[in-house]
Every structure is written in C-alpha cells, then in structure tokens.
C-alpha cells in the first residue's frame, strides 16, 4: 500500500497518515498472510517538494482512470483508489 498524505505539521501528516491506512484496512482487510495479532512495521518519509500543478480531485481521478486506477470507497475527503490492473500495488490518495 502506498499512502499519499500531506500535512502541515509532521503531526498532521502522521494523523493523516494513521487515518488512511485504518480506512484502507477496513476496506480491502489484512492480506492473508497477515494476522490480526501481528505487528505491523510501517516506513515513512518526510520531505519537500517542488510546487505541483494544481488539480482538482476530479480531475486527478481521471487522470488516474487513464492509467487503470478506479474508485472503490470515499469517507469525506478520502477516497481509495485500486489499481484493477494489477491489485498489488494498491495506491490510496487522500485529499485534504
């Protein structure tokens, strides 16, 4: 799973970050070869980037329809996206 968050404090993007990974558990479940009673270790990074265009969700939907990415749930503001193509590399984007 590969979660994009952003945050305007490292606190903000962890809260974020925490938020879209129980909200991708809860809608595509552990992998099998996951148990409820197992740790899972988690990497993240923290850094800047060059000003990105400016899109809208909408439009970045589409742009990801292109490329075989579909939407399987939205809460609010987040909304999980599956790549139907290939379901090992999941990707989530969530928008604030």
């Known amino acids: 799973m590969i979660s994009l968050v952003k945050g305007y404090s490292i606190e903000e ?34 850094g800047t980037h060059e000003k990105l265009p400016v899109l809208s969700g909408r439009e970045l939907i589409k742009i990801l329809a292109k490329i075989g990415f579909s939407p399987v749930r939205q809460k609010g503001s987040h909304i999980i996206l599956v790549n139907e193509t290939n379901l090992l590399n999941d990707m989530q984007f969530i928008f604030n």
């Open 13 to 46: 993007a962890l809260k974020n970050l925490k938020e879209a990974s129980e909200l991708f558990i809860d809608t595509m479940g552990l992998p099998d070869d996951i148990k409820e009673s197992d740790t899972i270790i988690a990497r993240f990074e923290v």
